[in-house]
């Protein structure tokens, strides 16, 4: 605690004087963050918004695919051979 002391004798200023600049500045960076985590919210919920989107494309084009590709069977009344 005397070090404290008289390190605000030798810079001739108060406990006041040291803290208020660190108060201000900790505001300063908690509405900094409160800015960016906004920011970054939206960023985060746009790309799952684009990734469900090209899922579900996908999903469609799969489908799509399934209905198309599947061949009949031939008809089992066709004689192949003599058994």
């Known amino acids: 605690m005397s070090a404290t002391l008289a390190l605000l ?3 001739d200023c108060t406990m006041g004087d040291l803290v208020e600049p660190i108060a201000a500045a900790e505001a300063v960076k908690k509405s900094k963050k409160a800015a960016d985590g ?3 919210r939206a960023q985060a919920i746009a790309r799952l918004a684009a990734q469900r989107e090209k899922i579900t494309r996908l999903h469609r084009a799969a489908d ?3 209905r198309t590709s599947i061949t009949r069977l031939p008809r089992r009344n066709a004689i192949i051979g003599s058994c």
């Open 9 to 11: 004798d030798m810079l």
């Open 38 to 40: 906004g920011d970054f």
């Open 64 to 66: 799509e695919d399934a």
